[in-house]
Structure formats: structure tokens, C-alpha cells
């Protein structure tokens, strides 16, 4: 449980004194809703907030949208004025379900004690239900105040109905799959209770699957079958799988705009073998209004996945599909991950994540949060996923400030676990103030901070795209050491290549939590697919074709945002 509170919600809080729940006081309430994602994110239970009225409440709001657009369960309790000063602009009073109902899955303002009961147990439910996400009740604070007195407390009583229940014709999916020649698997955040039924199809139909950030994991990347992570910086081999295959099979996926790069220039052979009846695009997902939102598709499945796969197993038959493996095989040969290092020694970001990444292979339970930019996506590149949950980071709201805060949550979730924080400065910046729940439980989380003293993918969308006008993408660091020291938890500091292993082994080693410094050199980060461009049209190295990129004056309309 994370919580920051004041005022309005001091009755309900009043209530846990003494009892068997865990507080945890925060920073300020958006660290505490982080903190409540990273909980969430890392267990797949539900994370719980509370917080006071007014701004205690608005601070919430950027957590519980990174949680209802990431599919995170939450449930927040907040506290309100009494229900006579309402609309009074009292203090701290504001419009808590006008402002979070848009962002959570639920929101309810309490009107009776009585009701209380009911309502706890329907808000876990709505998170927890289908697709999960975040949910909000208001205390009234006169209300919440109040002593239940009924004899006859209202109950909430789940929709009836088969539990793991999904429609759609697995036959088809089966026909479709077993006839196919090059087919492709990407799996999304929807895949991640199921690891299990995702590895024996890929296994037994014998193909390749890539994931999106949030899937990254659920298919171990060391199987030879992995392409690793696709899309906007995701692997060049992946993107060109995709933009070649016959049948694109989504599960748990919501063909989102940085997995597709122009729509009308998204899977052409996927969609010349669907007109031709020999494949097409299919779509595994919990949620029926995600169908066709972005992508029409062929054959639709619609319920949860692990039993529609369990359903689709036996069905399926095993292909050696030998010419699409050997196209494959080249592509990742020809297109890697790489990295240009420093002629003087000095680090990249791309470097030091390597090396971080060469030293926790062997360790058993690692969760790994990231905060938004360069960072973030050279961490999908350059670390070797093999288990589900073990990313923390912000996909679709794209939230700079998380990491530390996600770090924090997998910790208490996973007091054995080593919980790391790989951070930009820009990032880190923003939610540091969270130093102080690491310090106050000694939590032993091992951060690392890639300093380059920029918002260095805006820079470079600045550079590439806005005829080199900068403007706001310059940081002013402070000694991230010193700041460290402050709070009283130990650091390093690295800046030459000669000292990296050494340093990120001593970072590790540190017992209790441990701050990293590494001053890095900013860079690029590449692959790239540009905007209004197709999967297939990245840039991919400066030897090839980074000269080539074109400077615009503006976006196009349809262009992709940078992180």
C-alpha cells in the first residue's frame, strides 16, 4: 500500500492505526501512485492508493491515466469535504469524480457508510475484471466519518457468467495459421499471465514471435524463435518480419501506433494474403472495443487469451516453414542491435545498459524499471528479457518520472527480489523527490542514472526534424552523488569505459540501496522509424542511410510523437 495524506481523509486513515495493513508514506501522491503501479505491474495484484482532497487528488490524475492506458489494476481512495460544503469551493475541495471518472475504469463518491462494504469489494472487482485498470472511490469526509449501524449492509454480487470465457472461431485461426508460410506472433501486455501457452504455441505451430514493450519477457528472447521487441525502436528484423508475413497473429495486443508506423503502409503481404484467402491479421484480445480500432482483421477472438490458446493448441500443426526461417535468420545478421563507442573512452548509454546487462544474467529475480526516453528504449534493445513482469515502464501515456517510483512498488512487492531503476537524467529529475521513500525503508534498490544532460530524443527529433531549432531540451543536473549522500545511500560514479565493469559490479554488490552516476556521451537512438514512414522504412545506421533522413519544417498529421 502507498499513500501520502492530509485533511479530508483523515478519518479513513484513522482507521488503519493498529491494524494489519502496511502504510507507506510517499513523497507527494503522484510518486504514491507510481509506487502503486510498480507494486501492480510487477505482481499483477492490485495496487492501492490513498490520498486527501483537492490536490492531493489532482496529483493522482497523471498515475491513474499511465495506469488505465497500461491496463494496471488500481484502486485510489480519496478523501472529500463534507458533503454540505460541497460546491462551496471549500478547502481543498474539488470535482474528484468529474475530473477522474475520463481516467479510471470506475469512480464513485460515497453517499452512505452503510454502502461502504459493497463498494470496496465491487471497485477490486472492476480492476481486477477483463482488462484491467485503475479505480476511484471519494470519501466524503462527514461520511466516511460515520459508523455503520445497519443490520442489513448492502452486498455486491459479481456479473454472473463463465469465468476465462472468449468467442471467436479457433478453427479458422487454426486453418489459417497451419497453411501459412510466414507467419509471425506479436504478443502485448494481454500474454503475460499466460507465458506458458505462448511458448507452446510458438513451439508446437513452429513460429517466430515478437513483443511489444509492456510483452517483453513473456517469451524468453534467448529461444531462437524470439525477434525481441518490434516497432518504432524496436528490432530492424522484427519490423521487416512483420512487414512480410502472410498472417500476423496479435494476442493481447492493440496494434498500437508505435508497433504499426503508418497504418496504410502497415503488413502489405499480411493483407494481400488475406484478400487472396490465404492468411490475413488475427486479433486476440479481452477487450471487444480494441477490435478493429485500429486494424480490421481477418478473424477475431475476443475473451482472455490463456483459455482461447489453451482451445487453439491442438488444433495447430507444426511446419518447418524452412525459407521463412532462413529470411529470418539473415535479417538478424544483417540488422542487429548495434552501437558506435567513443574513440576516447567515454561511455554511451547503449554501452553501460550492455554491461549492466552482462551482469544480472546469472541473478534469478530481477525487475527492471525505466523511465521515458533514449534510456528506456535502448534498455528494450539492449537487455535480455526472459521472464514476464520483469519490465516496469510507461507504454502508451509515455510518462517520464516513473522509473524510480516503479522501482519502489516491485520492491515492496518482491522484498528478495533485486529491484533496478535504469534512468535518464531527465527523467529521474522529475519524481527524485522519491529518494526519500527509498532512504525511509532503506529499500535496497539499485539505481542507475545515464547522465547526458539532455531530453535527448527530443533533441534529436529537434535536430532531424525541426532544422536543428532547440529549445528546451538542455538540462541543468545537480550532482546526482551529492544527492545521494543526502539521503544518506551510497553511490558511484563512472564516466570512462576503462572503469564501467568494475563500477556497475561494485553498484550491484552494495548492500541496502545504491546509487549509479554514469556520465554519458548522448547519442541516437536507432533503429527508428520516422515519421510517416512504413515498418520497413527505419533508419537503421548512420553508414546506410542516417544522412539521408530529411529535415522538415513540420510533423506530417500522421507522424509518430517521440517518447
Request: charged share 15%.
Amino acid at each position: 500500500y502507498q499513500r501520502r495524506v492530509h485533511g479530508a481523509v483523515l478519518p479513513a486513515l484513522d482507521g488503519l492505526y493498529g491494524s494489519s495493513i502496511q502504510f507507506v508514506q510517499t513523497a507527494n501522491e503522484a510518486g504514491a501512485g507510481h509506487i502503486a503501479e510498480g507494486y501492480a505491474k510487477s505482481s499483477g495484484k492490485c495496487g492501492i492508493i490513498m490520498s486527501t482532497s483537492g490536490p492531493g487528488t489532482t496529483n493522482l490524475i497523471t498515475p491513474l491515466q499511465d495506469a488505465l492506458n497500461d491496463s494496471v489494476p488500481l484502486v485510489a481512495f480519496t478523501g472529500q469535504v463534507p458533503t454540505g460544503a460541497m460546491g462551496t469551493d471549500a478547502f481543498q475541495e474539488c470535482p474528484t469524480v468529474a475530473l477522474c471518472s475520463p481516467c479510471t475504469k470506475w469512480t464513485h463518491q460515497l453517499t452512505s457508510i452503510d454502502e461502504l462494504p459493497s463498494v470496496i469489494d465491487k471497485a477490486f472487482h472492476v480492476a481486477l475484471a477483463g482488462k484491467p485498470g485503475p479505480v476511484l472511490i471519494d470519501l466524503p469526509k462527514d461520511i466516511i466519518s460515520d459508523t455503520i449501524k445497519s443490520s442489513e449492509i448492502p452486498q455486491f454480487h459479481p456479473p454472473s457468467g463463465p469465468a476465462g470465457g472468449f468467442e471467436g472461431d479457433l478453427d479458422r485461426v487454426a486453418a489459417l495459421l497451419n497453411a501459412a508460410r510466414q507467419p509471425i506472433i506479436i504478443a502485448g501486455n494481454g500474454t503475460l499471465h499466460c507465458p506458458e501457452e505462448l511458448a507452446e504455441l510458438a513451439k508446437t505451430a513452429n513460429v517466430p514471435v515478437t513483443t511489444t514493450l509492456h510483452g517483453m519477457g513473456v517469451f524468453d528472447e534467448n529461444n531462437p524463435l524470439s525477434l525481441k521487441m518490434l516497432g518504432m525502436h524496436g528490432a530492424a528484423f522484427a519490423n521487416f518480419a512483420v512487414q512480410a508475413a502472410d498472417l500476423i497473429i496479435g494476442i493481447g495486443y492493440r496494434f498500437d501506433d508505435r508497433t504499426t508506423g503508418l497504418i496504410s503502409k502497415y503488413a502489405p503481404e499480411a493483407r494481400l494474403a488475406e484478400a487472396e484467402g490465404r492468411g490475413g491479421i488475427i486479433h486476440f484480445d479481452i477487450s471487444p472495443y480494441q477490435i478493429g480500432k485500429v486494424v480490421a482483421p481477418t478473424v477475431a477472438v475476443v475473451g482472455d487469451c490463456q483459455p482461447a490458446l489453451r482451445k487453439l493448441l491442438p488444433l495447430v500443426k507444426h511446419s518447418p516453414r524452412v525459407e521463412w526461417f532462413e529470411q529470418l535468420n539473415q535479417w538478424k545478421r544483417q540488422t542487429p542491435f548495434k552501437y558506435q563507442k567513443t574513440q576516447t573512452g567515454l561511455l554511451k548509454t547503449q554501452q553501460v545498459i550492455h554491461g549492466i546487462n552482462d551482469q544480472i544474467q546469472h541473478l534469478p529475480n530481477t525487475f527492471i524499471s525505466t523511465g521515458v526516453g533514449n534510456h528506456q528504449m535502448m534498455s528494450c534493445q539492449f537487455i535480455n528479457w526472459n521472464r514476464p513482469r520483469q519490465i516496469l515502464s510507461s507504454g502508451s501515456l509515455g510518462t517520464m518520472g516513473v522509473g524510480l517510483p516503479f522501482a519502489i512498488g516491485a520492491q515492496f512487492a518482491h522484498p528478495d527480489a533485486m529491484s533496478i531503476l535504469i534512468d535518464g537524467d531527465g527523467s529521474f529529475n522529475m519524481t527524485s523527490t522519491e529518494l526519500y521513500t527509498v532512504a525511509k525503508h532503506r529499500l535496497p534498490i539499485k539505481m542507475a542514472i545515464m547522465n547526458d544532460s539532455r531530453q535527448q530524443m527530443v533533441y534529436m527529433w529537434q535536430k532531424l526534424f525541426f532544422d536543428k531549432r532547440y529549445i528546451g531540451t538542455e538540462n541543468s543536473n545537480p550532482d546526482y552523488c551529492k544527492l545521494a549522500d543526502a539521503w544518506g545511500i551510497p553511490s558511484v560514479y563512472c564516466d570512462h569505459s576503462d572503469n564501467m565493469a568494475t563500477s556497475i559490479e561494485k553498484w550491484l554488490a552494495t548492500d541496502g540501496p545504491c546509487l549509479a552516476e554514469f556520465k554519458v556521451v548522448p547519442d541516437i537512438c536507432l533503429p527508428m522509424v520516422a515519421p510517416g514512414k512504413g515498418l520497413h522504412e527505419m533508419i537503421i545506421n548512420r553508414e546506410n542511410n542516417m544522412n539521408n533522413v530529411a529535415v522538415l519544417s513540420a510533423l506530417p498529421s500522421d507522424a509518430l510523437a517521440p517518447s
